[in-house]
T-cell receptor
Framework: QKEVEQNSGPLSVPEGAIASLNCTYS??????FFWYRQYSGKSPELIMS????GDKEDGRFTAQLNKASQYVSLLIRDSQPSDSATYLC????????????FGKGTSLLVTP | IAGITQAPTSQILAAGRRMTLRCTQD?????MYWYRQDLGLGLRLIHY???????GKGEVPDGYSVSRANTDDFPLTLASAVPSQTSVYFC???????????FGDGTRLSIL
């Protein structure tokens, strides 16, 4: 079982809707959590980081962290076709020497 | 140079040949990383370096070697390339090992 799990999708949402992307992780000691966006043929781009329980908002993006449930999510409000990409959840796992472990990513398609 | 530069952008290589992928960053980041990304398997860590002069093995280190002689450069060497090393290779860096990583544009490598 991979240490960071995401649904592969594709997740399809209409333009203007809220997209909800989810991620679970196995290491209870993890302290740092990140969301990356990757367009096809491009490199991953950091869009959010979160370190403490609760919500963190940045523009149309909100990251949510629940350490007790080992769950981190990303909400995208007012989704746009340009948000269509693969979203990668990444967790620094303490039991892996502070290496960044990635989920396999969720493909998001925003339809006009 | 701004950020992380990887070279070459793409390469086709005969099996058995030696190949070095170059990675240079100008942000004075202490930590640097090499990942490979394969369809269905996501991003997997090959090797990492938390500071100049030190390196460590990631999830899939076999067949690869790295060196970190200075802060800016982190080359990845395939001593004798095999077809299973066909992949997209990303270099990344972070200020410190527990902080968000930023990625280069990647090298697409095909081993025939």
């Amino acid at each position: 079982q991979k240490e960071v799990e995401q649904n592969s999708g594709p997740l399809s949402v209409p333009e203007g809707a809220i997209a909800s992307l989810n991620c679970t992780y196995s290491d209870r000691g993890s302290q740092s959590f990140f969301w990356y966006r990757q367009y096809s043929g491009k490199s991953p781009e950091l869009i959010m980081s979160i370190y403490s329980n609760g919500d963190k908002e940045d523009g149309r993006f909100t990251a949510q962290l629940n350490k007790a449930s080992q769950y981190v999510s990303l909400l995208i409000r007012d989704s746009q076709p340009s948000d269509s990409a693969t979203y990668l959840c990444a967790v620094i796992l303490v039991n892996s020497g502070y290496a960044l472990n990635f989920g396999k990513g969720t493909s998001l398609l925003v339809t006009p | 140079i701004a950020g992380i530069t990887q070279a070459p952008t793409s390469q086709i290589l005969a099996a058995g040949r030696r190949m070095t992928l170059r990675c240079t960053q100008d942000m004075r980041h202490n930590a640097m990383y090499w990942y490979r990304q394969d369809l269905g398997l996501g991003l997997r860590l090959i090797h990492y370096s938390n500071t100049a002069g030190t390196t460590g093995k990631g999830e899939v280190p076999d067949g690869y070697s790295v060196s970190r002689a200075n802060t800016d450069d982190f080359p990845l060497t395939l001593a004798s390339a095999v077809p299973s090393q066909t992949s997209v290779y990303f270099c990344a860096s972070a200020p410190e090992s527990n902080q968000p990583q930023h990625f280069g544009d990647g090298t697409r490598l095909s081993i025939l």
